[in-house]
């Protein structure tokens, strides 16, 4: 066990320059490939994974120690 608490956020593909973003990244196939590839039938936006890690960072996550918070729209539950 480690001294210090690890929590850890788990993505997936996430809509950037690289992977998906309009005018960008991976071709309009390849895009609709990964989107079904997740339940939630989308990818996730940067903000959404920064909400997460907002949320980490709060008080109202002072309880939440050494886990792994999924932000992959269902990628891993499938």
Known sequence: MSAFPQTKIG???TITN???HKG?????IIQDMIVQM???MCMGRPQ?????????CSDE?????E?????????TAK
């Open 48 to 56: 959404e994974i920064a909400d997460g890690i907002d949320w980490l």
């Open 11 to 13: 993505n997936a593909y």
């Open 38 to 40: 997740h339940p939630m």
């Open 24 to 28: 960008g990244g991976a071709s309009e």
């Open 67 to 75: 886990t792994l918070l999924n932000m992959d729209g269902g990628f």
């Open 61 to 65: 996550a002072s309880f939440a120690t």
């Open 18 to 20: 690289i992977c998906g």
